[in-house]
């Protein structure tokens, strides 16, 4: 891809795609709260926990069916490892580095609106 103005380097397609595929993976509501259940651990545990599709499910109040969905798409990003003990699955965060870059970006878009930096969200069709 190359730059309209020549000011910003250019990335190869690939790294273009990934970057629009993760974006449009994480930025569903759903997906983005499994990313912060997986990242949140107890105040005596310092490891990031494991849960399971249930416990997942339960946490966000998600039908098990709708968070193994979810589940696989963030799979697919190589977000989350999984593994299997008897007929359970058991999911942990794979890369903590991006995942926390991308829930800094989410407190920093919380901080801005908060502070009234950043207009609230408007209807699609107003303004037409």
Do not use: W
Not at 79 to 102: D, H, I, M, S, W
């Amino acid at each position: 891809m190359t730059s309209p103005t020549g000011d910003i380097p250019a990335r190869p397609e690939e790294i273009e795609q990934f970057i629009d595929h993760f974006l449009s993976t994480v930025c569903d509501g759903s997906r983005r709260h499994i990313l912060e259940c997986l990242s949140i651990s107890s105040e005596h545990v310092t490891n990031l926990p494991e849960r399971s599709v249930g416990e997942i499910a339960a946490h966000l109040g998600l039908a098990t069916s709708t968070t193994s969905e979810h589940l696989k798409e963030l799979l697919q990003l190589h977000l989350l490892v999984a593994r299997k003990e008897g007929k359970k699955t058991y999911y942990r965060l794979r890369n903590q580095e991006l995942v926390q870059a991308f829930h800094d970006m989410i407190t920093s878009l919380e901080d801005h609106y908060q502070r009234g930096i950043l207009p609230p969200s408007t209807p699609a069709n107003e303004g037409d």
